[in-house]
């Protein structure tokens, strides 16, 4: 079979199983797994050197690592540092000493129960995150812990590819002159990485800049990537380690963005072939051999994982609610655990066998992730929350008023400016939890989604004043304001915009104002003013 045939089949099934698998919920990556496993030795068996795609699909992973380095900067980290280094490494150091004290107890060798406690201590970052985002969860107080715990994962992984092979050099008496050499020879490579990348990476890339050939810069992009990875692979080190090396050592650098745009499409290719390499590895003979096996050693991953970071929750200030999100959310293995035990394998730390099973293990792991998920809704009644869906709460009969489209902590600031100045609002929230909350200190607001046209409709938006567009969730933002645009007109639109990337997009769609830094009353009042609202 030629190349362009392989590369056809891959692209062929990417096409029709990633869609179908978002549509029914289960995310991106399982429709890759699938993909993979129908292509595979155990299902049309249109491939066999798995091993072959599975080693030149793992660039994908190298350019992850890259990228992640890249929105690492110091100064994010250092805010968030109790969360992130707190949180995420005592779920990380708890939950690897719990399995791999299993994993020991169930007869394997101590760097074998080391690897598989380290590599299903991760979680899916790509999955969760997504889930959370879709649910509207990332800004809650259980998604901002997953965050910053899959945030830590992530950084985490990279010593672990690392420590994999020492694990095996450990177990073999090894002479203590090469050892003090290679220890040599890492530094030299790790001291010159980090100058070159401070001192020579940056004045090459404002040189190529200058010139304006976005192809070249692209060029650059990928040729820094490929060659740190293949400076660490010279000295035995993992590839992926160097990419992310690279990547932290750009992240202040003026040219992060345009970097991590040029990357993406090739990461994102080469990570969904990485997956559907990992889809045609696993075993499914068996899934039919030992059911009863791998459903319990699911089920004691999830249920075990999920104890800890139900504890860790409770222990960081979550309500029994949220840690209990928090748990079902990011219990499933992750996907740096194909790498990590890939990388086991080849260095002779843990058997094909076992590392077959683990793969099996993790795959059901994320697939039973939107089963829970859909088992928090079930839940929240019992926990005390109202947040399951329900349909919007009737608007009043009003003209001439603002509608204030999600109303936190700006929104309020915009409600109270209105109550000051007798105009009359309509305030609209999608979170039960936020409505409860401010019903206490005396606010009236309804419950509905303003990026759907029948709450617009329903709220007056044909003979309101204004709407102001204070959500939280930017895309929730960007299609009140298009449909608002579209639908109404009329109707004169303030949004408040997250970041400079949102203020440019709300821009776009022709808002009259935008607020970057809402920090004053009288500075919001002046945008009003300005638009002929006051």
């Given at each position: 079979m030629?190349?362009l045939?392989?590369?056809?089949?891959f692209?062929?099934?990417?096409?029709?199983?990633?869609?179908?698998?978002?549509?029914?919920?289960?995310?991106?990556?399982?429709?890759?797994?699938?993909?993979?496993i129908?292509?595979?030795?155990?299902?049309?068996?249109?491939?066999?050197?798995?091993d072959?795609?599975?080693?030149?699909?793992?660039?994908?992973?190298?350019l992850?690592?890259?990228?992640?380095?890249?929105?690492?900067?110091?100064?994010?980290?250092?805010?968030?540092?109790?969360?992130?280094?707190?949180?995420?490494?005592?779920?990380?150091?708890?939950?690897?000493?719990?399995?791999?004290?299993?994993?020991?107890?169930?007869?394997?060798?101590?760097?074998?129960?080391?690897?598989?406690?380290?590599?299903?201590?991760?979680?899916?970052?790509?999955?969760?995150?997504?889930?959370?985002?879709?649910?509207?969860?990332?800004?809650?107080?259980?998604?901002?812990?997953?965050?910053a715990?899959?945030?830590?994962?992530?950084?985490?992984?990279?010593?672990?590819i690392?420590?994999?092979?020492?694990?095996?050099?450990?177990?073999?008496?090894?002479?203590?002159?090469?050892?003090?050499?290679?220890?040599?020879?890492?530094v030299?490579?790790?001291?010159?990485?980090?100058?070159?990348?401070?001192?020579?990476?940056?004045?090459?890339?404002?040189a190529l800049?200058?010139?304006?050939?976005?192809?070249?810069?692209?060029?650059?992009?990928?040729?820094?990537?490929?060659?740190?990875?293949?400076?660490?692979?010279?000295?035995?080190?993992?590839?992926?380690?160097?990419?992310?090396?690279?990547?932290?050592?750009?992240?202040?650098?003026?040219?992060?963005?345009?970097?991590?745009?040029?990357?993406?499409?090739?990461?994102?290719?080469?990570?969904?072939?990485f997956?559907?390499?990992?889809?045609?590895?696993?075993?499914?003979?068996?899934?039919?051999?030992?059911?009863?096996?791998?459903?319990?050693?699911?089920?004691?991953?999830?249920?075990?994982?999920?104890?800890?970071?139900?504890?860790?929750?409770?222990?960081?200030g979550l309500?029994?609610?949220?840690?209990?999100?928090?748990?079902?959310a990011?219990?499933?293995?992750?996907?740096?655990a194909?790498?990590?035990?890939?990388?086991?394998?080849?260095?002779?730390?843990?058997?094909?066998?076992?590392?077959e099973?683990?793969v099996?293990?993790?795959?059901?792991?994320?697939?039973?992730?939107p089963l829970?998920?859909?088992?928090?809704d079930?839940?929240?009644?019992?926990?005390?929350?109202?947040?399951?869906?329900?349909?919007?709460d009737?608007?009043?009969?009003?003209?001439?008023?603002?509608?204030?489209?999600?109303?936190?902590?700006?929104?309020?600031?915009?409600?109270?400016?209105l109550?000051?100045?007798?105009?009359?609002?309509?305030?609209?929230?999608t979170?039960?939890?936020?409505?409860?909350?401010?019903k206490?200190?005396?606010?009236?607001?309804?419950?509905g989604?303003?990026?759907?046209?029948?709450?617009?409709?329903?709220?007056?938006?044909?003979?309101?004043?204004?709407?102001?567009?204070?959500?939280?969730?930017?895309?929730?933002?960007?299609?009140?304001?298009?449909?608002?645009?579209?639908?109404?007109?009329?109707?004169?639109?303030?949004?408040?915009?997250?970041?400079?990337?949102?203020?440019?997009?709300?821009?776009?769609?022709?808002?009259?104002?935008?607020?970057?830094?809402?920090?004053?009353?009288?500075?919001?009042?002046?945008?009003?003013?300005?638009?002929?609202?006051?």
């Open positions: 030629s190349i045939h392989q590369v056809a089949l692209l062929g099934a990417a096409v029709i199983a990633v869609p179908l698998s978002k549509r029914l919920g289960l995310g991106s990556v399982l429709g890759y797994l699938a993909a993979g129908v292509l595979g030795p155990w299902g049309l068996a249109l491939f066999q050197d798995v072959a795609i599975l080693h030149g699909s793992e660039f994908g992973v190298v992850l690592l890259f990228v992640i380095g890249l929105e690492l900067q110091p100064k994010r980290l250092w805010v968030m540092r109790r969360q992130v280094f707190g949180l995420g490494g005592a779920q990380v150091l708890l939950t690897t000493v719990l399995i791999a004290a299993v994993g020991f107890g169930l007869g394997l060798s101590a760097p074998a129960a080391t690897a598989v406690g380290l590599a299903l201590s991760l979680s899916s970052t790509a999955f969760a995150l997504q889930t959370l985002a879709e649910r509207g969860e990332l800004r809650a107080r259980h998604g901002r812990s997953a965050f715990i899959l945030l830590f994962q992530d950084m985490a992984a990279i010593p672990m690392a420590l994999i092979p020492l694990l095996a050099a450990g177990s073999d008496a090894g002479n203590t002159g090469e050892g003090w050499v290679y220890a040599i020879k890492v030299a490579v790790f001291a010159g990485v980090i100058l070159g990348g401070h001192y020579l990476l940056r004045h090459v890339l404002r800049a200058k010139l304006r050939i976005h192809e070249i810069f692209t060029a650059m992009a990928l040729l820094t990537v490929i060659g740190t990875a293949l400076l660490m692979e010279a000295v035995d080190i993992s590839m992926a380690l160097g990419a992310f090396l690279a990547g932290v050592l750009l992240a202040d650098s003026e040219y992060r963005h345009e970097l991590e745009a040029n990357i993406e499409p090739f990461k994102n290719l080469l990570l969904g072939l997956f559907i390499a990992v889809g045609m590895s696993v075993n499914v003979g068996l899934l039919t051999e030992s059911p009863g096996l791998i459903l319990a050693l699911v089920v004691s991953l999830v249920v075990g994982k999920g104890a800890i970071l139900f504890l860790l929750g409770r222990r960081s309500d029994d609610a949220h840690a209990l999100k928090l748990a079902l990011i219990s499933q293995g992750g996907e740096f194909f790498v990590i035990l890939g990388v086991a394998v080849g260095a002779s730390v843990v058997e094909r066998s076992e590392s099973l683990l099996l293990v993790v795959t059901l792991s994320i697939a039973s992730t829970l998920l859909k088992l928090i079930s839940l929240r009644d019992r926990a005390g929350s109202h947040g399951v869906e329900r349909p919007a009737k608007m009043p009969d009003t003209n001439g008023h603002v509608i204030i489209a999600g109303f936190g902590r700006f929104g309020q600031i915009i409600g109270r400016i109550r000051a100045k007798s105009l009359p609002f309509t305030a609209i929230e979170s039960a939890e936020q409505i409860d909350f401010v206490r200190f005396g606010s009236k607001v309804y419950y989604d303003a990026s759907r046209l029948e709450v617009l409709r329903a709220a007056g938006a044909g003979e309101a004043t204004a709407l102001v567009l204070a959500m939280d969730d930017i895309d929730a933002s960007l299609r009140a304001a298009d449909l608002a645009k579209r639908n109404f007109p009329n109707l004169r639109i303030f949004a408040r915009a997250r970041n400079r990337k949102h203020a440019y997009r709300l821009m776009d769609l022709g808002l009259q104002v935008v607020w970057r830094r809402p920090t004053s009353r009288a500075w919001i009042w002046r945008g009003f003013s300005s638009a002929g609202l006051a």
